[in-house]
């Protein structure tokens, strides 16, 4: 589109003529009239090249369902729970009996909210009277939307909240007209990310100009500097910068030289080649500021970006001081992670696949290898319901994959055990391996293999060398079929917990008839016990079992004890009955138990690094064996009435045994 300049008073001198021919003054008011329409018209078309345009970036504001982070709800029936209000099954709901009640979805960051989705429970039976708000913080909460639903389908029902910006979303329920019983489906929320949070600012690989004057480089307009400038005299000059790589361009920031004083005419161009070249904007700059000026661009794929100036209002220079492009971030795969799970002889398993996105992008989740002694159902979303073959116990797994409607994920295991009540469930701990130093950690795999371990469990310290230096080990073991979890020692770094299949190194799972939980000595004393304490209440298991890296109790040896984490511990293991604790860091062996306390605890930091001496008796008693001469691991067996534990060495000799009944 080009834009013409009127002269106003040729267009007076037309119908002058018109007015004089005889008083004509049907003739004046037509021509006042004509002038009148095209002086708007003028207006109208300057309006169209004011600064920017008035929808930045259109396409980012496609409202597709968000990613849910957390969901919570005012109450809950047992069975019922609101996970059930975002599982993507209609045949699931979350019911709370009163009126009042609300369910709210967390989505973790502020987003542009367009609506809310609905399928209500009974919906095309009853009527339900509800309020939607929004907050940012968890706390304020504005109230976007009241109504009822139709009280006539069971498919969703979609409210339009008019794109209100919050991360959390309360949908209040007062009541229906069958009862007060409140009960919702599904739950789906719809928005788009910010326009600030999608973009973010693009680096520059070359900046070129058709032309330039000396002294005037094209570099200036990247050298943050808004005191030098390109300059180039001659319309049409134009400056171009290269951004590497195509990206997906927001907007372009120009900062004008004598920009308030000038406005300058200009078309931005983009392409992939440098050679062929589409224009994506033609504007004039406000001619009011010296500072940049952003010009939002619909969705573009680019690499080369071409600013092209046609004149300006005192001259015919092009002159820029700044450039700067703004593009959408780049795109991250999703991460899948493994689980371990356990489920009793012919009963079913609820499973919820377990996936992240950096992006926070919605998910979708696909089976890629079925289980071999069972059989998985549900539909594309996390939840999942395993059922295992009838009369079939033992171990079984499922491969799985995410996809973020763009990227694929790694592949992930869910590994189930299937158990009698009666059946063991074995478990091989130790620490301090050294697979980067010494072949040992071969041997104390092998050890786990010869056993059957359905879990191996890391106490630390895994290679003294780099992540990648263990992974042999987690391949040997899962070439045998069993999975890996473990703690983080003093010379590891969290990124174990990616090769472990594990979100971090704060941890907890079950296994068998018991709750593994996963402490990180490396963290703080206070996160430590805020996380033990509450898995420790809400777990139903019959057995505890409490795993890290660094000693509570020990004889004296390189490390010494703990003190200010075992003071700080300790009472929570009274408390909540702790069967079991187990760490390593000291190269040794030793069994304690504390008089008059039921927990057993166990250092086994005897995977393979060099051992450390024990010099002499722990001050307040305890111990009941210790070695510092053997390398093995802990067995640990489990069922519902006894746990039970044996070291076993490299050379397969039990040099120590305990158990505990139920």
Known sequence: MTYNQINVSNLVNFASPLGRKGNNHLGHDISLIVCLIIISTSIFLQSLYVYGQSDPFSSSKTCTKLPVNGI???????????????????????????????????????????????????????????????????????????????????????????????????????????????????????????????????????????????????????????????????????????????????????????????????????????????????????????????????????????????????????????????????????????????????????????????????????????????????????????????????????????????????????????????????????????????????????VMINNKVNLALGLGDYSYGSVNEFQPVIETLRGAGIPFKGVQGNHDTSSYAKLFGQPSMLFALDAGQARIILLNTEDSVSSNALFLENELKTTKQPWKIVVLHKPLYTSPSTHPEEKELANKLQPLFDKYGVDLVVYGHNHNYERIKLPDKPTIFIQAGTGGESHYAIKGERSGGGVLYQNDNDFGILKIAINSNTLSGQFISHAGKILDSFSMSK
């Open 72 to 446: 919570t709800a005012s109450g809950a029936e047992n069975l019922h729970p609101p996970s059930h209000a975002i599982d993507q099954n209609l045949n699931t709901r979350w019911s709370n009996l009163g009126l009042g009640s609300w369910i709210q979805i967390d989505l973790g960051q502020d987003n542009a909210i367009c609506s809310v989705g609905i399928n209500w429970h009974r919906g095309n039976e009853r009527t339900n009277t509800f309020v939607i708000s929004v907050s940012q913080d968890g706390k304020t909460f504005t109230k976007t939307f009241s109504g009822k639903s139709d009280g006539t389908s069971l498919n969703e029902q979609n409210y339009n909240l008019q794109s209100k910006t919050g991360r959390f979303i309360r949908v209040i329920v007062n009541g229906n007209t069958q009862s007060d019983w409140v009960s919702i489906s599904e739950l789906k929320i719809y928005g788009y990310k910010s326009f600030s949070e999608s973009c973010v600012r693009s680096s520059v690989s070359l900046a070129t100009a058709g032309a330039s004057q000396a002294g005037f480089p094209p570099s200036n307009v990247l050298d943050n500097n808004l005191n030098t400038r390109w300059s180039n005299i001659g319309v049409g000059s134009w400056i171009q910068l290269d951004l590497g790589t195509s990206k997906n361009i927001c907007s372009i920031d120009i900062a004008w030289y004598k920009g308030n004083e000038r406005q300058n005419n200009f078309v931005i161009s983009a392409s992939n080649d440098g050679i062929k070249f589409s224009n994506i904007l033609s504007s004039k700059s406000s001619g009011s500021t010296l500072s940049s000026e952003k010009y939002n661009i619909h969705d573009n794929n680019a690499r080369y970006l071409r600013v092209t100036v046609n004149g300006n209002t005192q001259n015919n220079y092009a002159s820029i001081t700044e450039l700067d492009v703004f593009s959408l971030l780049p795109n991250s795969p999703p991460v899948a992670n493994d689980q371990v799970l356990t489920t009793n002889l012919n009963t079913q398993l609820s499973v919820t696949l377990k996936a992240t996105d950096p992006d926070n992008d919605f998910l979708t989740y696909s089976i890629v290898s079925q289980p071999s002694h069972g059989t998985i159902s549900g539909g594309n979303g996390a939840s999942r319901i395993y059922t295992p073959s009838s009369g079939y116990s033992g171990p079984d797994n499922f491969i799985f994959k995410v996809n973020d409607s763009k990227l694929y994920s790694n592949t992930a295991t869910v590994s189930i055990n299937v158990v009698s009540i009666s059946s063991n469930y074995y478990i091989g701990a130790a620490g301090d391996w050294g697979s980067a130093r010494n072949d040992n950690w071969k041997k104390t795999v092998q």
